[in-house]
């Protein structure tokens, strides 16, 4: 991304929200892509594209690679001592992972939003406004506030009390909360790591009802472990599972990629069929 | 059938005795000898934590009782003399505690803090001089004071600084005495913030001095000012190695912090004891309750600091 500057400069003005279809360039595209911590090899030769505008959903049995293919998405591995990346990861057609692109930057155009509701300890409206004030939008800052929070479907809930600490929200508020602080930013691409496995149903029933608001803007890759979920919410699925190889490793692989009716529906690999009709995981 | 609170119906209640006598008799019945053992063992950590608390009130009612006489204002407002026991004070040695312990405040809070910071956040422990300072940290805590005063006599008051026996060297050497508590207690703190608050400021885009600045050290704040101020109280009752940079014992004028003689707290309370009239021992007994007060004031202020922060960052 060598036109970060510029970004941030333009997004201060937000409202032109493009009209792309899902057809345009891909937001992501892997090419043989592998990710290892130190000498284990946690996952290999993933090839996909990631659409623009879309839910993407990752699923597969524990210890696949896929929360591991998330982060590494928007270099959140990097913080992880020993990760490293190799074959090619372009957003947008610019390699992630080029020597001269700033992993901070990365960050603020695809935010992320974790598997337990992470708020920071201040108040509701100091965690929405932290991101949009270190990544340096200027303007109104009431503003962006609540247009992320109205973003996110929890405005009518906290709007009379925006100075409470976060902490008194209910679990799946504070989900919420997560959301609104990642939209804040005004990213192109969320990654959801598993964003309701810590939520009730109810709760969850909310963001899953989020996520078909938020894709009309934002592309979304989510991980989950619960089938049903992606089947609900995401346009494209993909199946990852583990292989064992001669050694003993256990290397997280890419199956199958597509459309979710097909997937679901009509796998082309016999593992996928196992695993969604639940004989396996 | 209603059942208020409290009332139990006779059925239940022996249900319920027999019950927990069933369960005692699977857990609670220990030998004999096991309970002998217990009751000896509970003593003796009696027996401990009475010495310590005896060893304490002993100090205290012998300070009070002792120096008694002298708790007047001429205590802070006078400073010594040799000639007028009975209206001599602590002014100046009082005026060299402040100086050097806001000397040491001052010194250590930027540098201990920030060597914390850059040990927990920025250092890579994989590398051998890494580790190497880490342990060194951890063995310089345990150096006993005067070897510190050493230090300073030779590399503060003469050597490459060169300040000569003043407020300020006192203030460098304490400093350097009580650096690696601070950057211990602060490690903890630092350590303690959850990787998951991390992570989150990280996912929005703010760099790794925005996320320390931001959330780490806020949250690491109630601790960093406990370790903080123990050191302090510990800094404050030090006499040995200040006695080696220069803090002398009779100071008639106030002190500055840069230049002429400094004397602190302790040392004047030495100095007071020794002396053979009874007067002076009166004073000294005096100076020790005046001590054991801004102690007090001290770790009050800091508990009620730690209070402070903690709830601001409450969960």
């Not at chain 2, 190695?241 to 500055?256: H, I, Q």
Request: proline share 5%.
């Amino acid at each position: 991304m060598p036109d970060n500057g510029e970004h941030v400069a333009e997004r201060t003005a937000p409202g032109g929200v493009d009209t792309a279809s899902p057809e345009e360039t891909p937001v992501f595209s892997l090419r043989d892509v592998s990710v290892s911590y130190g000498d284990h090899l946690a996952l290999a030769g993933v090839n996909m594209d990631v659409n623009a505008r879309e839910v993407t959903a990752f699923i597969g049995p524990s210890g696949c690679g896929k929360s591991t293919l998330l982060r590494s998405l928007n270099r959140m591995n990097d913080l992880i001592t020993g990760a490293r990346v190799r074959g090619e990861l372009l957003y947008k057609g610019a390699d992630l992972y080029a020597p001269s692109v700033d992993a901070v930057q990365v960050r603020k155009r695809i935010g992320m939003v974790f598997q337990k509701p992470n708020p920071f300890p201040k108040s509701i409206y100091d965690n929405v406004a932290f991101g949009p004030r270190t990544v340096g939008m200027k303007g109104d800052m009431d503003g962006i506030v609540e247009k992320a929070l109205r973003g996110a479907a929890l405005w009518d809930e906290v709007s009379d009390r925006l100075r409470d600490n976060a902490y008194s929200l209910s679990g799946g508020q504070q989900q919420r909360l997560c959301i609104a602080r990642a939209i804040a930013v005004e990213p192109d691409v969320i990654l959801m790591d598993e964003p309701c496995s810590a939520l009730d149903p109810v709760s969850t029933v909310r963001v899953e009802d989020l996520m078909a608001e938020l894709k009309e803007r934002y592309s979304i890759v989510i991980v989950t472990h619960n089938m049903h979920q992606a089947a609900r919410v995401a346009e494209r699925t993909a199946f990852f599972s583990v292989q064992v190889d001669d050694a003993g490793n256990r290397i997280g692989r890419l199956i199958e990629a597509g459309e979710t009716g097909t997937i679901f529906t009509k796998p082309t690999d016999k593992r996928t069929e196992d695993y969604i009709s639940g004989r396996v995981g | 059938m209603v059942i208020q609170k409290g009332e139990q119906p006779q059925r239940s209640r022996l249900a319920v005795a027999g019950a927990r006598s069933a369960t005692e008799s699977v857990f609670g019945a220990g030998s004999r000898a096991d309970r002998i053992g217990n009751v000896l063992f509970r003593a003796l950590l009696l027996l401990g934590m009475g010495f310590a608390l005896l060893g304490m009130m002993a100090i205290i009612v012998w300070s009070f009782v002792d120096g008694m006489p002298r708790l007047d204002m001429n205590l802070i407002t006078e400073g010594p003399s040799s000639i007028t026991p009975e209206t001599a004070g602590y002014r100046t040695a009082i005026l060299g505690s402040l100086y050097v312990i806001g000397g040491v405040i001052l010194f250590i809070v930027p540098v201990g803090v920030g060597a914390a910071i850059y040990l927990e956040e920025y250092a890579d422990h994989t590398r051998w001089w890494n580790r190497l300072i880490e342990v060194n940290i951890q063995n310089l805590a345990a150096v006993p004071s005067i070897v510190f005063g050493i230090l300073g006599l030779a590399f503060i008051v003469r050597g490459p600084l060169d300040l000569g026996f003043v407020a300020a060297a006192g203030s460098l050497t304490l400093s350097l005495l009580v650096l690696p508590t601070v950057i211990l207690a602060s490690r903890e703190a630092i350590r303690a913030v959850p990787s998951s608050t991390r992570l989150g400021s990280l996912g929005l885009g703010a760099t790794h001095w925005q996320t320390i600045w931001h959330h780490v050290l806020p949250g690491a704040l109630p601790g960093i000012i406990t370790g903080v101020i123990l050191s302090v109280s510990r800094a404050i009752g030090e006499a040995a190695p200040l006695l080696l940079v220069g803090a002398v014992t009779f100071v008639m004028f106030d002190p500055s912090f840069f230049e002429g003689q400094f004397s602190v707290l302790p040392v004047q309370i030495y100095n007071y004891a020794g002396r053979p009239q009874e007067e002076f021992r009166v004073l000294a007994s005096a100076g020790v309750i005046l001590m054991l007060a801004v102690l007090l004031v001290m770790n009050s202020f800091a508990i009620w600091l730690r209070n402070h922060y903690e709830n601001k960052n409450a969960r």
